[in-house]
């Protein structure tokens, strides 16, 4: 039987404890002796069989060498005297080797036992097997055997002995098992009842907070020196207390005073916070109202840009068609004065056709940069979803970029595929790649004179675009890495950089386009920033009739 101890208390451990242990013991002991006491009394039957045994084998000898079975018979008769022995067969050996039967005793009210002729080396020794034990005994005269002795006794005598050695044991196991309880009962109660008493002690200054009560000595060593230690604790609880209650008086005395200087404090606080409040509400309008004017400088750039790439084809057409006009005058001249040749006619058409080529070509020149511009213009003012294509928008972003692009031998590769349309704010994605690529071209490739960007753009997972800016340039200095994407930060303070650039970016492409930009970089090895966000892709098919792609 086995108990879980967090059940249990002293008073159980102690009992079961001691009593379990003496029980064990007891059992162990009483078992061995019992163990012992059995095995004697096997000993002790078999060696009186064999005395028996050897007793009428030793009388048997004579009257076996005689053929006397009448006179064996009879001193056979006088073992009715013995309770033990119940049959007896007396076997002679012939000449030939074989056994025959010579006399027999039968105990009265003991049925005869059949001859056991094939037996007699099998019970040389006694054997005890179920209420008898039985043994053969040789019959010796001069070192030859001439017959065998047959002896069958009854083990009930060593069953009474075994029953009684039992009964006793488990007598005085019980007797030594009570005793052992009620000694272990008393002493439980000499240790407990202490202990109960302290335990009611502490539950009472627990509820009462009374220190001055304390514990009484017992007389026991050990719960003596936990009595002495829990005194001299409740006397420092006590002193603790006392001293307490008098700093509790003077914190309260204190709080009052400090109370008022509080209040003043808090005021005075609330007033500071008050004004950095509005102080901070300031500084983000003020921030707010740079970043819209950085797009609109970007923007004014742009126009400007335009309005002089657009200048070149129209003043082309105007040359060409004033050229035409020039030679429309004369013909006409020469028409009027009946001078006109067929050749003349001929060069004049030739050369009107050039001319018209001329005009057509720079006027689509000039509204293609229009329409692109135009596009570019709404997207930057607009934040919403449309779909498009990726590539024509690169083609569009480079386009309107092209007065600045032409200025420098940077080249841009763009890596996207031709058929790939999502639906999502094309606004920030135009605003994004001015940004970067102008920061590249200013910041990245100061002091170089061919420098190459590289962007690639794929879905991930059909649901995500991922576009991959990267440039050879110098890279970011390593003091302002961490805070690339801050505001007001710049490598060109005071040479027109406002340090909004990078900034307007991260916003762009976290809120507006709840995306995640990531920058690698190392001097001298460029720039790479990874940008991911969530888009809708479109296929050509299902694009509407009136969508704007």
């Known amino acids: 039987m086995s108990f879980d101890v967090k059940f249990l208390s002293i ?22 002796n019992l163990y012992t006491k059995i095995n004697n009394y096997h000993q002790s039957i078999k060696s009186d069989v064999m005395v028996f045994s050897d007793l009428v084998s030793r009388n048997a000898v004579k009257y076996v060498k005689e053929d006397n079975v009448h006179t064996e018979q009879q001193n ?73 002795t047959y002896l069958r006794a009854s083990t009930e005598r060593l069953q009474q002995r075994i029953s009684s050695s039992i009964f006793i ?61 829990f005194n001299g604790m409740l006397q420092r609880t006590q002193v603790h207390m006392d001293k307490q209650t008098q700093a509790e008086a003077e914190q309260v005395r204190l709080n009052a005073s400090l109370e008022e200087k509080v209040n003043q404090r808090t005021l005075a606080l609330k007033e500071a916070n008050t004004e950095l409040i509005q102080t901070l509400e300031k500084l983000h ?48 001249k020469s028409f009027e004065d009946k001078t006109l040749k067929a050749s003349a006619l001929s060069k004049f058409m030739m050369e009107g056709e050039e001319n018209l080529n001329i005009i057509y070509r720079n006027l689509n020149r000039a509204a293609e940069l229009i329409s692109s511009f135009k596009q570019v213009a709404v997207d930057q003012s607009s934040e919403n979803n449309r779909i498009f294509s990726v590539a024509k928008l690169m083609d569009e972003i480079l386009m309107s970029m092209r007065p600045k692009l032409k200025k420098v031998n940077h080249k841009i590769n763009v890596i996207c595929p031709n058929d790939l349309y999502v639906e999502t704010k094309a606004g920030p994605i135009n605003q994004i790649f001015i940004n970067l690529i102008m920061n590249s071209i200013i910041h990245g490739f100061e002091f170089i004179d061919r420098g190459e960007i590289i962007i690639i753009i794929k879905t991930v997972n059909h649901n995500k675009l991922n576009i991959e800016f990267s440039d050879n340039g110098r890279g970011i200095p390593e003091q302002i890495r961490k805070r690339i994407f801050d505001p007001f930060v710049t490598t060109k303070r005071g040479q027109g950089g406002s340090g909004l650039g990078m900034h307007l970016v991260y916003n762009l492409v976290t809120q507006a386009l709840n995306g995640s930009i990531s920058l690698t970089t190392e001097a001298e090895k460029g720039v790479k920033f990874n940008i991911l966000f969530p888009v809708t892709v479109v296929e050509k098919e299902n694009i509407p009739n009136n969508a704007s792609v």
């Not at 109960?196 to 001055?212: A, F, G, N, P």
């Not at 020039?326 to 013909?331: A, P």
């Open 169 to 229: 044991t488990i007598g005085i196991f019980l007797l030594c098992l009570l005793f052992c309880f009620i000694f272990t009962y008393k002493l439980q109660r000499a240790i407990t009842e202490p202990i109960h008493s302290l335990v009611k002690l502490v539950q009472r200054i627990s509820r009462q907070r009374d220190y001055s009560t304390r514990a009484e000595l017992t007389g026991i060593k050990e719960l003596d020196m936990l009595s002495d230690a």
């Open 76 to 148: 056979l008769k006088a073992l009715e005297a013995s309770e033990v022995i119940e049959n007896i067969h007396i076997y002679k050996v012939l000449e030939d080797g074989s056994i025959e039967f010579f006399a027999s005793y039968n105990k009265e009210g003991i049925a005869p036992v059949k001859a056991k002729f094939e037996q007699v080396k099998d019970f040389a020794s006694p054997r005890i097997s179920g209420e008898v034990v039985e043994m053969i005994q040789p019959i010796i005269d001069q070192d030859i055997i001439i017959g065998y």
């Open 11 to 32: 008073k159980s451990l102690i009992i079961w404890g001691v009593v379990g242990i003496t029980s064990a013991s007891l059992i162990i002991a009483s078992g061995v």
């Open 285 to 332: 309008q003020f921030q707010r109202q740079i970043v819209q004017n950085e797009k609109m400088a970007s923007l004014g750039d742009m126009v400007a840009g335009v309005a002089h790439e657009v200048n070149t084809p129209i003043g082309l057409g105007v040359t060409a068609s004033t050229m035409m006009l020039d030679r429309l005058s004369d013909i006409r």
